[in-house]
């Protein structure tokens, strides 16, 4: 069952999935706030907080993916990939102001102490809100996966960081109930607090190095390195091909590689053009969505001005 649904999610568009993402949070929003409402505890209070950052995250991704999706014009001529990495940024951004609030007024209470009411009620409404994120957030995983979303990737780990808090705030609002340690409440919400920077923290950080061109991951450098491999070795033994200065980026859900193909001098134009072909498709086939930009140069020739290290 876990499989198909896999399987159906990874065939889901981010955008989609973040139209969910924005009903869910809403509803979360009105299960949590509920939840205080009833109990008049701060933790889940600062648990109903975080969820109008979901909200938030939510349409602006939503809206980065749709300005990612357009295609490539007389401004943008490498397309509009890297508008996902704003909204994670911005998600980052916002989760970090989240935190303050909630450490604000959680200091607040732990000053004056006040004891929590209808707790049982309160917490069976945060148990339905993290088992709405958990579900929606682990089928945004599996989208996110197979078309390699930066968007869509930052809120599923939101909404997953959401369900680990949700969960440590039942368990501390249990604890307040049981134990009557009302000072414990405030406790729980800072605790979360502390959480939630380090997820933003870890957001931002992400989104800083996709804005800088970072290489791409090293299993798909694995891959390229075995396509032109298979094309630098010959059955004698021989090889007349040699490629070097092979530089990757990868841009939201797209992947870039430069390289250089060194081929015999006495080659017509035609025939390396048409082997340069050739492993631009093989290149592109290995990995879907990948641009491969191959610069000819004989074989007893070196490109003295690049400066990039071989990757």
Excluded: C
Aim: avoid cysteine; charged fraction near 15%.
């Amino acid at each position: 069952m876990l499989i198909r649904l896999a399987a159906w999610a990874a065939r889901v568009s981010p955008r989609r999935l973040l139209m969910a993402s924005i009903v869910v949070a809403l509803a979360t929003i009105a299960l949590k706030t509920g939840a205080w409402a009833i109990t008049g505890s701060v933790a889940l209070l600062s648990d109903a907080m975080e969820s109008l950052v979901n909200l938030a995250a939510a349409m602006f991704g939503f809206a980065m993916v749709t300005v990612a999706a357009r295609p490539a014009d007389d401004d943008h001529p490498y397309g509009h990939h890297k508008a996902e990495y704003f909204s994670s940024g911005f998600e980052g951004i916002l989760i970090i102001v989240a935190a303050l609030g909630i450490g604000w007024l959680a200091v607040n209470r732990l000053l004056s102490p006040a004891p929590i009411e209808e707790v049982g009620w309160g917490l069976a409404l945060s148990v339905a809100s993290s088992a709405l994120n958990g579900a929606l957030a682990w089928l945004m995983l599996q989208s996110a996966r197979a078309h390699r979303s930066k968007a869509l990737e930052a809120d599923a780990r939101h909404l997953l960081t959401d369900v680990w808090t949700t969960g440590g705030v039942i368990v501390g609002v249990g604890a307040v109930a049981v134990t009557g340690w009302w000072w414990l409440d405030p406790v729980v919400a800072i605790a979360v607090a502390l959480n939630i920077v380090k997820e933003g923290v870890h957001l931002m950080w992400e989104s800083s190095q996709g804005l800088m061109d970072e290489a791409v991951e090293p299993e798909v450098q694995a891959q390229i390195q075995e396509v032109l491999d298979g094309f630098t070795h010959e059955p004698d033994g021989r090889s007349i091909l040699r490629f070097d200065h092979v530089v990757t980026r990868k841009a939201g859900q797209r992947r870039f590689v430069d390289l250089h193909m060194h081929m015999p001098a006495h080659w017509s134009l035609g025939r390396a053009a048409a082997l340069r072909a050739s492993v631009e498709q093989a290149l592109m086939a290995e990995v879907p969505g990948l641009r491969a930009t191959i610069s000819l140069l004989p074989t007893d020739v070196e490109a003295q001005s690049v400066q990039h290290p071989q990757s």
